[in-house]
């Protein structure tokens, strides 16, 4: 059975938990050898050893998405020689669904990723997060500074610590809740795209987007509660962090990550005018070319080291009474 959240890599070795699968084995390449590792019974990953051996590039996913949504990144990375790492959060994709509540608060998820990053972390690490997935990367990069070289955020929100609405459709019982599925997935194609067309349903029954059950939905939406992550929080980030943004969002709107571009020490604000929320699905080229060339650009300076603040909790698990937003304390991340 599976107890954890499943991930996929391209490059290093196995995790100990994983089988050599021969027959399912991928059709041999010229350029560079490659190997199919089976993790958790059941997600399978091409490894392959390239160009880029002291960088990991970690891919984390918003409620409701699987690993599967950054396929176009995962392949064209993974094909330059970088390493990637992307899980699927518990109760999403491969991963095992708890039916606790518990399973899917903030603090349990943060614990999650800590777990797979020092377990492939290497010397440069580059995070990637997507809604939901960016706050899980802001945790990271402000517990291991040392470690994080770069972040990408995209379609991430403001820098507002978070709270669950006390006025919500998923506050509604789960029973509720599967039965307006229908209508939750035709909302969420709306907002989450900036096409509806064929195309675009077609990417959203591919890639498992909002495919998780009534109850880790609402599990998670009511488990988005880290009052740590407000302004002073994001503004202790010390590494450089590309903000993609797409212009049609209409779950996270551009002023919000414009404010964290205000905030952060380092950062760099791109605006895709053809994407919404899903924009690394809509525009997989772009979204690609920004990543690389951000990942091989360099700063002339180091930043600043990061100054130690003695009121910051050290692990997920911590929580703090009386930390308060700065901003708007309603603030979830919607996928």
Known sequence: GKD????????????????????????????KPKRTVVIDCERKISACKGTHADVALF????????????????????????????????????????????????????????????????????LIGHSYGVSFCTFLAHEYPEQIHKMVMINGG??????????????LPTCVLHCLSPLLAWSFLKAGFARQGAKEKQLLKDNNAFNVSSFVLRAMMSGQYWPEGDEIYHAE?????????????????????????EILLMAFLKVLEDGSHMVMMECPESVNTLLHEFFLWEPATPPPPKKESKTRPETAKAQSDNTKATSDPSKVRPA
């Not at 176009?72 to 993974?78: E, N, V």
């Open 237 to 261: 980030l010390t590494v450089p962090i590309l903000l993609v943004h797409g212009m049609h969002d209409k779950f996270v709107p551009v002023e919000e990550d414009q404010r964290m571009a």
């Open 158 to 171: 403001g820098p507002t610590a978070l709270e669950p609405s006390l006025c919500s459709i998923f506050n």
């Open 4 to 31: 954890g959240p499943s991930e996929t890599g391209a490059g290093g070795e196995a995790p100990a938990a994983g089988q050599t699968d021969q027959s399912q084995q991928p059709r041999k390449r010229r350029r």
């Open 59 to 126: 891919f984390i996913h918003g409620v409701g998405g699987s690993l599967d949504i950054w396929g176009s990144q995962l392949d064209f990375f993974s094909r330059l020689g970088y390493e990637v790492i992307a899980p699927d959060l518990a109760g999403h994709g491969a991963s095992s669904a708890p039916q606790i509540a518990a399973a899917y608060t903030f603090y349990a998820l943060a614990e999650d990723m800590r777990l797979i990053f020092k377990r492939y972390a290497r010397k440069r690490n580059i």
